[in-house]
T-cell receptor, first 113, second 117 residues
């Protein structure tokens, strides 16, 4: 499994962009980068995923470096409800039956008013 | 996204009793379900992977005789914690996988908080 490294915590002011970094220097060519978040005492919530190209959806943007060794999740206008632990995960493919998602320690993002 | 439910959302039991937790995919068929455990202030740890109609595959260090997993249908998996003890108190989360749709195939349940007295 490709290991990911994230800062343990980050703070962000409400209304500002939150940029969450992730290092995955041992990622292999067919592995995707996934981002999930977990609000306290809830199940993880999918945010976004990508392989090579930058991706954007209604929740966030994902920027993947050209060498794919790191990525950044961007929440363009953070709100208090975005306070959560954010997990960067590299997908480990299982043939025909889905992927094991191995969660690291994640980044605790605190959005301050 | 698709919806995964868990029941109960929380349970308190006495030491030595068994507790069953249900995980249901409400609007899709899940060929594979995963069970995770999360202790306070820690990350999610994968316990086992179950495919419909076959035996679950347990992660190293997880006792299969203590954590019984049944995946009898494409929409239901159950985790039974047998002879529960206080150290089994944790947040148990399931996720369900479907082969249809985009690469975002895994959907997580809301979790079940187990407290063993």
């Amino acid at each position: 499994d490709a290991k990911t490294t994230q800062p343990p915590s980050m703070d962000c002011a409400e209304g500002r962009a939150a940029n969450l970094p992730c290092n995955h220097s041992t990622i292999s060519g067919n592995e995707y980068v996934y981002w999930y978040r977990q609000i306290h005492s809830q199940g993880p919530q999918y945010i976004i995923h990508g392989l090579k190209n930058n991706e954007t959806n209604e929740m966030a943007s994902l920027i993947i470096t050209e060498d794919r060794k790191s990525s950044t999740l961007i929440l363009p206008h953070a709100t208090l409800r975005d306070t959560a632990v954010y997990y960067c995960i590299v997908r480990v493919p299982l043939r025909g039956s889905g992927s094991r998602l191995t969660f690291g320690e994640g980044t605790q993002l605190t959005v301050n008013p | 996204g698709a919806v995964v439910s868990q029941h109960p959302s929380w349970v308190i039991c006495k030491s030595g009793t068994s507790v069953k937790i249900e995980c249901r995919s409400l609007d899709f068929q899940a060929t594979t379900m995963f069970w995770y455990r999360q202790f306070p202030k820690q990350s999610l740890m994968l316990m086992a992977t179950s495919n419909e109609g076959s035996k679950a595959t347990y992660e190293q260090g997880v006792e299969k005789d203590k954590f019984l997993i049944n995946h009898a249908s494409l929409t239901l998996s159950t985790l039974t914690v047998t002879s529960a003890h206080p150290e089994d108190s944790s947040f148990y989360i399931c996720s369900a996988y479907t082969s249809g749709g985009t690469n975002n195939e895994q959907f997580f349940g809301p979790g079940t908080r187990l407290t063993v007295l």
